[in-house]
Every structure is written in C-alpha cells, then in structure tokens.
C-alpha cells in the first residue's frame, strides 16, 4: 500500500538532481585511452608496458613506438602529428594482438617517418623508432 505522495512504487521514476553551483565545474568521460589530465596545474605520468610480441625486434619496436608517442602527445598537433599518431597507434594495437606489424603497415610507416624528420629529430625517441622500422622492412 502507498500513501498519497508516496512515489516509490513508480518504476523508473526520475530523481531530481540537486541545484548546480554557478561555480561548480563537472567532468564526464565516457572512455579513455593514454594519458589524461584533468584541472588547473596537472601534469600526467605514464607508465606503459609492451604486451606480447612475437620477436626480439617487434617488441624493441613496440618499446619504440609507445615511448616515441608520449613525446608526440605533448607536441602541437597538427595534420602531420594526427596522421602519425594515428598509424604508430594502429602499428602498436596490431603488435599487442597480433605479435606483429605486418609488412604493409611497417612500410606505410617508414614512408611516414621519413615524411617526419622534424618530428624524428626533435623528439630523442625519433632516432630509435626510425631505426627499429628500417631493421624490420630491411632497408
């Protein structure tokens, strides 16, 4: 038996959300992947471990690839930087699953590379991954 004003026995009743502060500030994130920084005055740390390679050079390579994309993140973006990010991302995720990068993907991104030698040349762990890419398509 519910008593007049008594709603609990409506289901899916919405709930009223308390008043907002004018002031009060909300985050909502709905997925994440890397490093995120949220707020005045943070800085981010990231730790990332290489999954399971099948080899000695495509693991080097996913080391190479992880540390070369922290230092990528925390430069200007732009076309050039999205588009790399973007494969050294797909290269990373194929070498976790797969244990490997195929030879199409390591040579798309030895041609990017070699399109980034600013990019390769300002970050310290441009040498290596360039290094690591040339090894594996044997160039």
């Given at each position: 038996m519910t008593m007049p004003g008594d709603d609990s026995a409506a289901p899916h009743a919405p709930r009223p959300h308390p008043p907002r502060?004018?002031?009060?500030r909300s985050?909502?994130?709905?997925?994440?992947?890397?490093?995120?920084?949220?707020?005045?005055?943070?800085?981010v740390h990231s730790v990332y471990r290489a999954g399971a390679?099948?080899?000695?050079?495509?693991?080097?390579?996913?080391?190479?690839?992880?540390?070369?994309?922290a230092g990528l993140a925390q430069l200007v973006r732009d076309d050039q930087t999205r588009t790399l990010d973007a494969e050294l991302a797909d290269a990373e995720e194929e070498i976790r699953t797969e244990g490997r990068a195929t030879p199409g993907r390591l040579a798309?991104?030895?041609e990017l590379l070699t399109g980034a030698t600013a990019l390769t040349g300002l970050l310290a762990s441009g040498q290596g991954l360039v290094e690591r890419v040339r090894e594996l398509v044997g160039m």
């Amino acid at each position: 038996m519910t008593m007049p004003g008594d709603d609990s026995a409506a289901p899916h009743a919405p709930r009223p959300h308390p008043p907002r502060e004018t002031a009060e500030r909300s985050v909502h994130i709905s997925g994440v992947t890397g490093s995120v920084s949220v707020g005045d005055h943070n800085t981010v740390h990231s730790v990332y471990r290489a999954g399971a390679a099948d080899d000695e050079a495509h693991r080097q390579l996913l080391e190479s690839i992880v540390e070369f994309r922290a230092g990528l993140a925390q430069l200007v973006r732009d076309d050039q930087t999205r588009t790399l990010d973007a494969e050294l991302a797909d290269a990373e995720e194929e070498i976790r699953t797969e244990g490997r990068a195929t030879p199409g993907r390591l040579a798309r991104l030895g041609e990017l590379l070699t399109g980034a030698t600013a990019l390769t040349g300002l970050l310290a762990s441009g040498q290596g991954l360039v290094e690591r890419v040339r090894e594996l398509v044997g160039m």
